[in-house]
């Protein structure tokens, strides 16, 4: 028996003995915020620091109770059964369990990755699979998956592409990678990434390009540690000039989140370095700018306060003080004021020759 | 020019005050058919009650109100009151502006002596016929018949006939007007005001014949009778340079001492030192050799002097049991409460106002709340947007009480309110006393009389949205316990779970901590009082009809 069934079953049985006791069963799980985790600088990534919230059965927790229980059982049938649930498809599964089933999705991926935390692996490990992309890949890379029919090897070379790209799968822990490539290049914008591909960047300067399409999925970062680490390779991220691109995206990548702080062991990317934009470029570049809004300043101030990342990283505190006030932030896509090319002709060979120019 | 002066004397001459008010029937409540008939019935029901209450004598009313057709109405209302003496009765039915309670200061239906008189002219006005008038004051005399018109340029009463006649009554008055009218149901019909008035006057009995000859008795639910109110004289602060000097000339008094202590309430022999030195007057005055500055310098003193408020006692309110008790009769709903405010005072003239409020049950729970307004336990059905009843209530933040309101509207909600003013002279806007002026005394007492009962039903009302909540959450316990048995059942095998045990000591387990509960629901069986015949009594017409001068 698998090891999270074994658990599920001790939690579960658990429960039933406090209620023959008369006593209230409370369901434990890590508080999954950035209140309750801690940078661990050695290790390049967001621990938790341990506290727990509690779901103790009481009227008013009774709906969301059976919810959890019911939520932990389809887990059991699905690791029992060697099958996988995407998360919609979970929250249809519920619509058989009459009053008790989920009005919207949201509510039952609350409640799946309150499970997740609670055994302490990820959501692949209880049957769920995301429904997200990962993200594209173009460059010099050959990812080695299997054949679904035959399980035999399937090579597939990222050089190949043309215009196009290859797709990140949502579960990457079969993959295996074959590169000669001498760094990552990790992408916010899906359009910039077409920019950089179209220029045929990655044959330039003997790289793999990843387009990331806003916040990495838990795919997309598993894929890049995996390759970085299999392959020591260096990975650098480019991203907007704005808070979210810091903290949403680039932090993520790096060290994880607060909210699936139970497995950024597996999913962060500590090598990652910052390459731009940095608000020193937006100066240093004449870039054009879009003034911050309000809630812009806000997210910066409270990643000042909050961030154990940013807390840890001098840098990153300047890097926040300076652009608030600059009050401005830039997009990647604004070096093309300097023309189309001007990103793989100028900006990208100067900033990875000066690593006094990137962020930690 | 000259010319023209002279050429336009001609045309100068006095006005009747009848015939300015035959012109003017509005300004006395006869702006319309339907309202002339509750009018006439109104003023001639008011006198009958206000003549009961001052003899001591538990009201007997009878009103009937026959189809004449074409538009014809014959209103006739007979009492047991005192009766009338044979001389004054022409003057009281066919003379404007004469009556016993404008000189007086004196808590009553009536003020001003234009009521009943009004609505003989109407009727002669209208129909041309003379008003029939019975009276008799003792069981050994005779009763007085007559027909009375009014003549409306010399506003004096026209006796068409007279007679001496045998009425079985003791005592009482009987009136009989033929007017022009039309009969409605509805909020403001002659209907809703007799079925109000027996509410606000529990110790009077009303039997009605309507224009269908359908006859209905409201009986009285009390024989207690009010507490009398007494008459008071005016107090310094209500006193204008006008009247003031008015008094002066009319005074039998030769001092201005005395004429000070004995003319007014509240005004002892240090007050009146007290005033006469403020006013740099002595003391020894003849009151009637004042001059006109004298009389300004004297109005100036008694602002500066400090003068107790006016006794109370001159107001007998319905008090907070009746006036729940009517509103139980009357409506039928979950909650209750009323209160009475102590005695306030506005231009020098005593008043007290009351509330109440019905809320729930069988009432509409959309649209605007049931304003009940009255004033002196008189029914005020017209005028509500320019009442200053109405005007505190939309003041009134009603959101915290559990009522929604739009900003500075009426509230919405399944709730009567209801608000009584009463005082030795209420001050309305016009002589049809349709609505109250808006002094800001009254306003700030209705406020708080309102905000008092406002609180309580509060209290109701989140009670009951607790209760609800705590309802729900006993029907989650039922709804999920299943859920999280058979989640467990899936987990640990059928074996290892007992199915009904399992729920069972769920439910222990849930519900230990939850006491026992108020049972909230409305049970319209709970109320006793309710009088269904009654409540319905004027509602079968169409509920909204014709506002045409409400629509402000």
Redesign the interface.
């Known amino acids: 028996m698998s090891k999270v069934i074994i658990e599920i079953k001790r939690i579960a049985a658990g429960v039933l003995n406090k209620i023959s006791k008369k006593t209230v069963p409370i369901l434990r799980m890590p508080i999954r915020s950035l209140q309750n985790v801690k940078y661990n600088p050695k290790e390049g990534y967001f621990e938790l620091v341990g506290r727990m919230k509690e779901r103790a059965l009481t009227a008013s927790t009774v709906k969301t109770f059976a919810q959890s229980l019911r939520m932990m059982s389809l887990s059991k049938d699905l690791i029992e059964s060697d099958d996988i649930a995407t998360k919609r498809e979970a929250y249809y599964v519920s619509k058989n369990w009459g009053e008790a089933r989920f009005k919207e999705q949201p509510e039952s991926d609350t409640i799946m990755d309150d499970i997740e935390a609670m055994m302490m692996v990820n959501r692949e490990q209880i049957g769920f699979i995301p429904e997200e992309k990962g993200g594209d890949v173009a460059g010099k890379l050959i990812v080695i998956d299997k054949d679904p029919d035959s399980g035999k090897d399937i090579r597939i070379d990222c050089t190949k592409f043309g215009s196009g790209a290859y797709s990140i799968p949502s579960s990457v822990e079969g993959l295996k990678f074959e590169t000669k490539a001498k760094f990552i290049l990790a992408i916010e914008t899906a359009g910039m990434f077409q920019r950089l591909v179209k220029h045929n960047y990655w044959k330039k300067s003997n790289c793999i390009l990843i387009s990331m399409g806003g916040v990495p999925t838990r795919a997309c970062r598993r894929f890049i540690r995996r390759l970085s680490d299999e392959n020591k390779l260096p990975v650098y991220v480019f991203t907007d000039g704005d808070f979210y691109g810091y903290f949403n995206i680039y932090r993520t990548l790096k060290v994880g989140s607060g909210n699936a702080a139970h497995i950024n062991q597996f999913f962060c990317v500590p090598n990652a370095m910052f390459i731009g934009i940095t608000p020193q470029d937006i100066i240093d570049y004449k870039l054009p700018t879009h003034p911050m809004k309000d809630i812009d300043i806000k997210r910066g101030k409270d990643a000042l306060k909050n961030d154990p990342f940013v807390k840890h990283h001098k840098e990153w505190q300047r890097a926040i003080k300076m652009q608030t006030q600059l009050k401005k932030r830039a997009e990647q896509q604004a070096l093309a004021k300097w023309g189309l090319s001007y990103v793989v002709s100028d900006y990208l060979p100067q900033k990875l020759k000066n690593p006094k120019k990137w962020l930690p | 020019m000259a010319i023209k002066a002279v050429e336009l004397a001609k045309g100068q001459r006095d006005i009747g005050v009848a015939e300015f008010f035959s012109r003017n029937r509005h300004l006395l409540g006869f702006d319309n058919k339907k309202k002339a008939l509750m009018t006439t019935t109104k003023e001639a029901v008011d006198n009958s009650l206000d003549a009961c209450e001052e003899s001591n004598i538990l009201p007997e009313v009878q009103v009937e109100i026959i189809d004449m057709k074409n538009d014809r109405f014959r209103v006739i209302i007979e009492d047991n009151g005192p009766g009338i003496i044979k001389k004054q009765i022409p003057k009281i039915f066919g003379k404007l502006l004469y009556g016993s309670k404008f000189h007086k200061l004196k808590m009553s239906r009536g003020q001003q002596g234009i009521g009943i008189s009004a609505s003989v002219m109407y009727g002669q006005l209208t129909t041309g016929r003379p008003a029939k008038i019975i009276s008799k004051i003792d069981p050994t005399e005779p009763a007085h018949y007559y027909e009375l018109k009014i003549d409306t340029k010399k506003n004096k009463p026209e006796i068409v006939k007279e007679a001496m006649m045998d009425w079985p009554k003791e005592h009482g008055t009987r009136v009989e007007i033929d007017i022009e009218a039309s009969y409605q149901g509805g909020m403001q019909s002659v209907d809703q005001y007799l079925k109000e008035t027996a509410i606000i006057n529990p110790h009077v009995t009303i039997i009605y014949t309507n224009p269908k000859a359908q006859q209905t008795i409201f009986p009285r639910a009390t024989e207690k009778k009010p507490k009398e109110a007494k008459e008071i004289k005016p107090h310094p602060y209500g006193v204008e340079l006008g009247i003031l000097i008015d008094m002066l000339k009319t005074t039998e008094f030769r001092t201005l001492q005395a004429f000070l202590q004995n003319e007014f309430t509240r005004v002892g022999a240090g007050t009146a030192k007290q005033i006469c030195e403020n006013a740099a007057l002595l003391p020894k005055n003849h009151p009637k050799r004042l001059s006109c500055e004298q009389a300004e310098k004297l109005i100036d003193g008694i602002k500066r002097t400090k003068i107790i408020a006016p006794p109370t006692d001159s107001i007998s309110p319905i008090g907070k049991e009746l006036i729940e008790k009517g509103l139980r009769k009357e409506i039928n709903a979950e909650f209750y409460c009323a209160c009475t405010r102590p005695p306030n005072v506005y231009r020098g003239n005593p008043f007290i106002v009351e509330a109440g409020i019905a809320y729930g049950g069988a009432q509409e729970a959309e649209g605007q709340i049931n304003i009940m307004r009255f004033a002196n336990k008189v029914p005020l059905l017209y005028q509500q947007g320019a009442c200053v009843i109405t005007k505190s209530i939309t003041q009134t933040n009603w959101r915290p009480y559990g009522l929604s309101q739009s900003n500075n509207a009426i509230p919405q909600g399944p709730c009567t309110l209801l608000v009584h003013i009463a005082s030795v002279w209420v001050p309305f806007t016009s002589e049809s006393k349709e609505a109250i002026a808006h002094y800001p005394e009254i306003i700030k007492e209705v406020k708080l009389a309102i905000r008092e009962c406002g609180r309580m039903l509060g209290s109701y009302v989140n009670k009951k949205k607790r209760v609800k909540d705590e309802f729900k959450?006993?029907s989650?316990?039922e709804?999920?316990?299943p859920?999280?048995v058979?989640?467990?059942k899936?987990?640990?095998g059928e074996k290892?779970?007992d199915t009904a045990r399992?729920e069972n000591?769920?439910k222990?387990?849930?519900?230990k901590?939850?006491g026992k509960l108020d049972d909230l629901k409305f049970d319209p069986a709970k109320n006793k009082d309710f009088d269904e015949e009654l409540s319905n009594f004027g509602k079968d017409k169409p509920k909204k009809i014709e506002n045409e001068e409400d629509a402000t």
Do not use: P
């Open positions: 959450k006993r989650y316990i709804k999920y316990i859920h999280v058979e989640a467990l899936e987990l640990l290892a779970v399992v000591m769920l222990e387990l849930l519900e901590k939850r």
